[in-house]
T-cell receptor, first 111, second 113 residues
């Protein structure tokens, strides 16, 4: 069966510091991978998606970037965090275009 | 046109009652409508989903009703339990060629004993 992991689970970072969040999926090959952000009490905003190694599509222009160095690994990065980057970051995967399965999330607090 | 409008924003239901959450969409290209359940501090979990070729889908106490002509769909939770207290999101996607799930803003359900 497929499993999705995210780490770290929680992170507190000062403004201006770099960021690296990691997501890995087990039990599948060539999945589509997604990064979402969920602000407190709000819906899910799609940030990036990837349909293959090195292929990244950005949905929202901002100071975040994503990379997919391996088939089942998706990384969310920032060179300099802003206060507005605080939120709950979720990675998701699917095969094809329908059901998406979410990871446990990373709670990021920028201070 | 890409929006999915979800209501109500919050809902309080007594144990054993029926919880109903509604969503409406404009994009007629949408062809897959999932519902997600999210507990505090956790990732959303796929609960149930429907395609527009059926008007209703039932899984246990959870039922999706779909009205294609009205472009509306709803989640019904029968015999609601305190353990159902969570935030529920509806979503929609245009399927083949589209990688984006469009989410509603969520409904916080509280089931009181």
């Amino acid at each position: 069966s497929q499993t999705i992991h995210q780490w770290p689970a929680t992170l507190v970072q000062p403004v201006g510091s770099p960021l690296s969040l990691e997501c890995t999926v087990e039990g599948t090959s060539n999945p589509n991978l997604y990064w979402y952000r969920q602000a407190a009490g709000r819906g899910l905003q799609l940030l990036f998606y990837s349909v293959g190694i090195g292929q990244i599509s950005s949905e929202v222009p901002q100071n975040l970037s994503a990379s997919r160095p391996q088939d089942r690994q998706f990384i969310l990065s920032s060179k300099k965090l802003l206060l507005s980057d605080s939120g709950f970051y979720l990675c998701a995967w699917n095969e094809g275009f329908y059901e998406q399965y979410f990871g446990p999330g990373t709670r990021l607090t920028v201070t | 046109q890409q929006q999915v409008k979800q209501s109500p924003q919050s809902l309080i239901v007594q144990k054993g009652g029926i919880s109903i959450i509604n969503c409406a969409y404009e994009n007629t290209a949408f062809d897959y409508f999932p519902w997600y359940q999210q507990f505090p501090g956790k990732g959303p979990a796929l609960l149930i989903a429907i395609r527009p070729d059926v008007s209703e889908k039932k899984e246990g106490r959870f039922t999706i009703s779909f009205n294609k002509s009205a472009k509306q769909f709803s989640l019904h939770i029968m015999d609601s339990q305190p353990g159902d207290s969570a935030t529920y999101f509806c979503a929609a996607t245009a399927g083949a060629g589209s990688y984006q799930l469009t989410f509603g803003k969520g409904t916080k359900l509280s089931v009181i004993p």
